[in-house]
């Protein structure tokens, strides 16, 4: 069978044993824990450092409540920014590129933060449909505009990773294809293209960072308006 | 596209469930994280004693 661009997306087997498990677990297992002592080693400390940085960072705009989510969030952050980077290493699989694991993870999390905000703030989470100072008479039409835009954040959440990253994969295959091509041909040519994938490389690295800090930061916001 | 074959859907959100919860979380919570260093100087200096060992 002919392989197209968007095969390398198929979630993959080998054998007929689905290999989502080790692509999903391998992530995970590249964070080490720490041992029993006072200090670790140099990975750990870097580690634990990291961790420090991104809890400081997401749970300063959130009132006391919210830090009950600092786990939460801290490890989401991680499992993405650690599944993001190894995605990039040649002919690996980045299971974020799944709709089906991005929208696992965003639809249950918002709906808590929707449901939190619901259960202890009614009144205020319903609040945030209507902002201060619209004239009376777009009163229904803003309702209805914020109602389309709260219900619309998981889908955007999940679909806003996938998309970044399958687009970004997408075109680092393309960009490749065509230097591979080009080169017997037109090796001049077929080494610019090469430049414009080295460039495009830095920058996937940089949007699978961003993807990642986005996505929590979201989920962080939307924490905030409802605790 | 085949992010869209519905197959594997189940499986990947089940185990992205049991690698976020049951993997990353415990692991992140076993970090113990040390205070801060304490910036004290010291006033006098130790004087040196002999241990008795007779």
Redesign the interface.
């Given at each position: 069978m002919n392989l197209s661009f968007?095969?390398q997306?198929?979630?993959p087997y080998l054998l007929g044993i689905?290999l989502?498990?080790p692509s999903?677990?391998l992530p995970?297992?590249l964070?080490p824990?720490?041992g029993h002592r006072?200090?670790n080693n140099r990975l750990?400390t870097i580690?634990?450092w990291l961790?420090?940085l991104i809890t400081k960072q997401l749970m300063t705009p959130l009132n006391k409540a919210g830090h009950k989510w600092a786990?939460?969030l801290?490890?989401?952050i991680?499992?993405l920014l650690s599944i993001n980077l190894l995605g990039l290493l040649p002919y690996t699989f980045t299971?974020t590129?799944?709709?089906?694991?991005n929208?696992?993870?965003a639809l249950p999390l918002w709906l808590a933060t929707l449901l939190t905000g619901l259960r202890n703030q009614p009144s205020a989470s319903l609040g945030h449909l209507l902002p201060e100072g619209t004239p009376t008479l777009l009163i229904p039409a803003l309702i209805l505009i914020e109602t389309t835009s709260l219900l619309i954040r998981p889908l955007a959440l999940g679909v806003r990773l996938?998309a970044n990253l399958?687009a970004g994969h997408l075109l680092i295959q393309l960009i490749s294809t065509a230097t591979i091509t080009l080169l017997p041909m037109m090796p001049s040519i077929s080494t610019l293209t090469a430049l414009i994938l080295f460039l495009l490389t830095i920058l996937e690295v940089a949007v699978a960072m961003i993807q990642a800090y986005v996505f929590v930061l979201l989920l962080s916001l939307y924490l905030q308006e409802n605790i | 596209?085949?992010?869209?074959?519905p197959?594997?859907?189940f499986?990947?959100?089940l185990?992205?469930?049991f690698?976020?919860s049951l993997?990353?979380?415990p692991?992140?919570?076993?970090?113990?994280?040390?205070n801060n260093p304490v910036n004290k100087t010291m006033t006098t200096k130790p004087i040196p004693w002999t241990w008795p060992w007779t």
């Open positions: 968007f095969d997306f198929s979630s689905p989502i498990l999903l677990l995970a297992l964070l824990s720490p006072w200090i750990s580690q634990l961790t420090h786990l939460l801290t490890s989401l991680l499992l299971p590129t799944q709709l089906s694991m929208m696992a993870l996938t399958t | 596209m085949p992010q869209l074959n197959n594997p859907w499986s990947i959100m185990l992205t469930w690698t976020f993997l990353i979380q692991k992140l919570l076993s970090f113990t994280s040390a």
